[in-house]
């Protein structure tokens, strides 16, 4: 379990202040198949000196991802915008919590450089939650899409954005900025909102994904959900049925983990055969694509999944009558 709630790092306020009255609660210790190797490849290496090179973060590191030591072995590094310190005080996150600077207007060119440098052929950009700018960031979100563009333009992109509430006109300019996927996670069921999404809104979330594809039909929408934190199967399910209703094409579900002692309890761990039935029941249900393991991430094996996407939504379009 990763414990660094209260590292400050040089002179800097504590990592989730708003937690640090609650009380511990008990760590479980992970099954077989929630254990991953230490990272240590060359690769990782690389990865992590180009992103500190560039002064970029990471929400593989922020968020303590077990996947680090895979992913960044092949360059694959999701970038986060728009700084490292959350607006929001979700429970289950390990963003750092607290009031962010203000944007810097030379990350969008050097999130391009990161990009071009990696060789990526799929990226997925991500930020924190930004209330406390008038448009949530959609319009640093739109240069940062329009500099990899720019600088490679043969690299597809998918953005992992913040709900945007109360942002009117917010999404409206991350879309016209095309990028290939619009992914924003529901993270929960509903009546786990509250607990573990205090400052999100189950509903918006949801109509935000519908909205997305109402506005661009062409492109992809994804979201993705943890299990571990209290759900019942059915609850799940229900909210399989309501990411349909929105039209969204790509689901993924993934093993909630507690960062520390002070995050959201842990309920449970989910078995590898009970994702197997969580794929196979969202399959059914319609979705173009569905990734549920418990190393599931949103961003995991990104690269890859995004040709299976075009590849479904090509073999439906086969199968559709003319
Ligand atoms: S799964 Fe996503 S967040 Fe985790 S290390 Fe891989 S790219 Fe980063």
């Avoid at 996947?67 to 970038?79: F, R, V």
């Avoid at 059915?234 to 507690?258: C, H, K, N, P, W």
């Avoid at 761990?269 to 173009?288: C, M, N, Q, R, S």
Wanted: aromatic share 6%; net charge neutral.
């Amino acid at each position: 379990m990763t414990t660094i709630l209260d590292a400050t790092g040089a002179g800097r306020p504590p990592r989730h202040p708003e937690k640090a009255g609650r009380p511990d609660t008990a760590v479980q210790r992970k099954p077989d198949w929630i254990r991953v190797k230490a990272p240590t490849s060359q690769g990782y290496r690389e990865t992590r000196e180009l992103m500190r090179g560039l002064k970029l973060s990471t929400v593989c590191e922020e968020a303590a991802c077990p996947n680090i030591g895979e992913c960044w072995s092949q360059k694959h590094a999701t970038m986060m915008i728009m700084g490292d310190t959350c607006t929001r005080a979700c429970s289950f996150c390990n963003v750092r919590t607290g009031l962010p600077g203000a944007l810097d207007a030379e990350e969008p060119q050097r999130v391009a450089e990161a990009v071009a440098r990696l060789g990526l052929q799929h990226v997925v950009i991500t930020s924190v939650d930004r209330d406390d700018l008038a448009d949530g960031g959609a319009a640093h979100f739109a240069a940062v899409i329009q500099a990899i563009r720019a600088a490679s333009p043969g690299t597809t992109i998918e953005v992992l954005t913040p709900d945007f509430l109360r942002k009117d006109g917010a999404l409206e300019t991350v879309i016209a900025a095309r990028p290939d996927v619009f992914n924003h996670n529901l993270e929960t069921v509903p009546r786990l909102y509250l607990p573990v999404r205090p400052g999100a809104r189950y509903f918006h979330s949801l109509r935000l994904l519908q909205r997305a594809k109402e506005l661009d039909p062409a492109g992809f929408t994804k979201s993705g959900l943890m299990v571990g934190l209290g759900e019942a199967r059915e609850e799940v399910m229900q909210v399989m049925d309501d990411l349909r209703s929105a039209g969204v094409d790509f689901l993924t579900i993934g093993q909630y983990l507690q960062p520390t002692r002070k995050h959201a309890a842990l309920d449970r761990f989910w078995t590898p055969e009970e994702f197997a039935g969580l794929k196979a029941t969202a399959e059914a249900k319609g979705f173009l694509l569905v990734s549920a393991t418990p190393l599931t991430r949103s961003s995991y094996h990104a690269d890859a999944d995004f040709a299976r996407l075009q590849a479904a939504r090509r073999a439906a379009a086969a199968r559709a009558p003319s």
